[in-house]
């Protein structure tokens, strides 16, 4: 037997085994749309509460099924058959010699589906909430005065035109800075491309009040990239507030609900931004209005006492002149007392003063002299002529007193000293005390 042979009595098989049709659960994890007209996937199960696969198989939507299932199934659930979709699909099994074992499929119910998306999004939500993050971004506080705005934004956008024209000609002449940085608003390229517009707000170092992300209507399905769980977690870290105007009135985004505001449309978006302000304006115009009334109520009572100001000053400078003149004399009274009292106690401390001067000076003087007579005996004890008188000598070559036997030569004419006289003497010879 050939393996041709062998294949062709599978398929034989299998179509006489299993000639009708199922309904299987599955995930698409490949879906691709040939030019030709027929649609390819790929279906895969994963173990339950694990992302490794226990089952996969090719899968094939012929174009004649393709082109009213495609549309059927976009138009119930608001997306396109694409990867990470749950699906209920009516299957035949089907084996080809050359390409293997394959599903093709008849049907897929788009309520399965939809209920899977809903299970999802809550799953999504219930783990933020778990995480204690959902509400982060609703602890920024709001600005006062949201001005400088940082745009998240397709530039092409008719909802970004719509949020620009709305936000520059409000009826109030409101000026706003704002600041677009462009990102991906569909697809699953969005949640990433979101996320990279956001740092660059951050890197950008501009201080920015708020960032809007904006984004016109549309399918369902273009939405779902703002139920993306790294997008709405990136959010509620977010270090300022975010408002979010995601779509039209029916449609609501897991971003919608972690971000710290968020409406409808872009259009609602720059209205909220200038009912912002507007609010501001007007408690302004409140507060200059009682403002105004108080400073009015503060002159008016200042005119008032100002005009009854004479009278009364007049009766006070009279009742401060008097309590001055009373304390001017007792004042001098006292002064007069305490200038007697402190010239007595001078005087005494003066004459004190001047006796112990001279009791000092004349002990010290007495001192002085003392110490001087010693000093002048003890240097008369000193002197050569007193040297002399103990039996001391003193030797002179050419004038100058010798200290030692190096500095004479033999033959040299010595003088020596005396108490009593003089000696002339001529050397004959030297030793050294070393010799």
């Given amino acids: 037997m050939t393996l041709q042979e062998l294949n062709q009595l599978v398929r034989t098989n299998l179509r006489h085994q299993m000639p009708g049709t199922y309904w299987v659960q599955a995930e698409i994890s490949e879906c691709k749309v040939h030019f030709s007209g027929h649609c390819y996937l790929e279906l895969i199960q994963k173990k339950e509460g694990q992302d490794s696969l226990c089952a996969k198989a090719r899968a094939t939507i012929w174009a004649t099924v393709w082109q009213t299932l495609g549309p059927a199934f976009a138009r119930e659930t608001g997306t396109n058959l694409s990867s990470g979709l749950q699906i209920l699909a009516e299957v035949a099994v089907d084996f080809h010699e050359l390409y293997g074992f394959s599903l093709v499929i008849k049907d897929i119910d788009p309520t399965y589906t939809l209920g899977d998306q809903a299970r999802r999004r809550q799953e999504i939500l219930k783990r933020l909430e778990r995480e204690g993050v959902i509400d982060q971004n609703k602890e920024w506080p709001w600005p006062l005065l949201p001005r400088r705005i940082a745009l998240v934004s397709s530039p092409a956008a008719a909802g970004y035109q719509d949020f620009m024209r709305h936000l520059t000609d409000n009826e109030y002449g409101f000026t706003f800075y704002t600041a677009l940085f462009p990102a991906v608003m569909q697809g699953e390229e969005a949640p990433r491309s979101i996320i990279q517009a956001l740092d660059r707000i951050i890197d950008s170092g501009l201080p920015f009040d708020v960032v809007v992300i904006i984004r016109g209507g549309g399918a369902v399905a273009d939405l779902q990239c703002f139920d993306e769980y790294n997008l709405c977690y990136y959010a509620t870290q977010y270090p300022m507030p975010l408002l979010t105007g995601l779509g039209h009135d029916k449609d609501y985004a897991i971003l919608d609900r972690v971000a710290h ?26 507060m200059v209005d ?49 200038t007697h009292q402190v010239l007595m106690e001078e005087r005494q401390h003066q004459t004190l003063l001047t006796t112990r001067l001279t009791m000092k000076t004349t002990t010290l ?26 039996g001391f000598s003193l030797t002179v070559y050419q004038g100058k007193v010798l200290r030692s036997v190096e500095e004479l030569p033999i033959g040299a004419r010595i003088e020596t000293r005396l108490a009593d006289g003089r000696l002339y003497s001529e050397l004959q010879s030297k030793q050294t005390n070393h010799e």
């Fill in 261 to 286: 505001t968020s409406v409808k449309t872009p259009t609602a978006a720059a209205e909220h931004l200038v009912a912002t302000l507007a609010q501001q304006a007007t408690r302004m115009d409140e």
């Fill in 290 to 338: 009682r403002l105004q009334r108080r400073v009015r109520q503060v002159l008016d009572d200042q005119r008032l006492f100002m005009q009854s100001l004479p009278g009364r000053l007049a009766g006070l400078v009279q009742q401060q002149l008097m309590q001055a003149n009373i304390k001017v004399e007792r004042q001098t009274a006292t002064l007069r007392q305490s």
């Fill in 365 to 390: 003087v007495e001192q002085e002299h003392l110490r001087l007579r010693l000093l002048e005996q003890s240097i008369m004890g000193f002197s050569p002529q007193a040297m002399l008188k103990k």
